[in-house]
């Protein structure tokens, strides 16, 4: 594997005092959007965003130089065009200090939008809402001045089947991929559920890569409930070919049952931290590690695996 990446929060930063707080996570719920509007809205994405190259330079002290960015970078954007917020010109500034750490020393950025963004609904509204969406994410990351490709990935999946119709809904998505902006599908990325009668890397690859030609994001987890008639090597080769010249990402995470001994967790659900060997079956991908204790988990994996110890064994 190339990178080991985390997601969205980083706990020993999050977890300081209030007045020290690091975070890219401050928002509001929509009752106060709606008694404090804008100003407040921006006041919280601009210390969101002045704090994201604090968390980068966390990450390179770290000799870490992968990192999902969370969706709640701007509060309630869905609200609101991002240029009206008061406090725009110094927001575009942040972000362009930590676009140019980014470039600087070599980071990859991604994100990785909520399951509301679903561009195959059936429901006119549903596509809209998702199109303003992804179109949001993508204009974040021109203001950081990322990649116009899937190595700053927008990743999302289909989000459902619609009674089990595949091409139906796959036709829908396709269609209406086209009318996100440029810059959008060229981020756009489309990851394998965790359900079997949802979509596997494999419909991905049959459905939707092979109309549109975007790549796939295999999760490990995901695979084992709903392998698609394949082995996880299989799956995550077909994933990896998608890719072009990009290196590819792949998801890891292990079960939450399993870690706690509690069968009446879901077995589909994260774990906090991750025990066996992530096995990527000899291929050039970055891995993005799901875990609930983020930077935690990955700097627990990190040192057991340079150590070399059995990390199959060491929850034991």
């Given amino acids: 594997m190339s990178q080991l990446g985390y997601a969205c929060i980083n706990m020993h930063l999050s977890d300081l005092p209030k007045s020290q707080r690091i975070t890219t996570n401050r928002s509001m719920i929509k009752r106060t959007f709606k008694e404090r509007g804008l100003p407040y809205a921006s006041e919280l994405a601009l210390a969101n965003c002045r704090d994201l190259l604090k968390i980068l330079q966390w990450n390179e002290q770290h000799d870490i130089r992968f990192f999902r960015l969370s969706s709640d970078l701007f509060p309630w954007s869905s609200e609101y065009q991002l240029s009206d917020l008061p406090d725009y010109d110094a927001i575009c500034d942040a972000l362009m200090d930590a676009g140019d750490f980014v470039y600087d ?7 990785h939008p909520g399951p509301f963004n679903v561009l195959g609904s059936p429901k006119q509204h549903v596509v809209d809402n998702t199109i303003k969406e992804l179109n949001t994410h993508s204009e974040i990351f021109d203001m ?19 009674g089990g119709d595949f091409a139906g809904t ?36 049959d459905y939707i890569h092979k109309d549109i030609l975007i790549p796939i994001v295999h999760d490990i987890h995901h695979h084992r409930f709903c392998p698609g008639g394949l082995t996880d ?15 590819p990402v792949i998801h890891y995470s292990e079960s939450r ?20 060997f992530i096995d990527t079956h000899g ?10 204790a983020k930077e935690l988990a990955l700097l627990r994996y ?12 060491a929850a034991a």
């Fill in 144 to 162: 950081l001045g990322l990649p116009t490709s899937p190595y700053a990935k927008i990743n999302i999946h289909v989000g459902g089947t619609y």
């Fill in 170 to 205: 796959a036709k829908r998505w396709c269609s209406n991929f086209h009318k996100l902006s440029e810059t959008t599908q060229a981020r756009i990325t489309v990851e394998n559920d965790d359900r079997a009668s949802m979509w596997s890397t494999q419909h991905l690859y």
């Fill in 302 to 313: 990190r040192e057991l695996w340079q150590e070399g110890i059995d990390i199959s064994k």
């Fill in 283 to 292: 291929l050039d991908v970055d891995v993005m590690i799901e875990a609930k």
């Fill in 233 to 247: 090597q299989e799956a995550m080769t077909l994933a990896a070919s998608t890719w072009d010249v990009v290196t």
């Fill in 105 to 111: 020393h070599c980071h990859r950025i991604t994100t």
């Fill in 257 to 276: 049952s399993a870690e706690q001994n509690d069968p009446k967790i879901r077995d589909n659900a994260h774990s906090d931290y991750i025990y066996d």
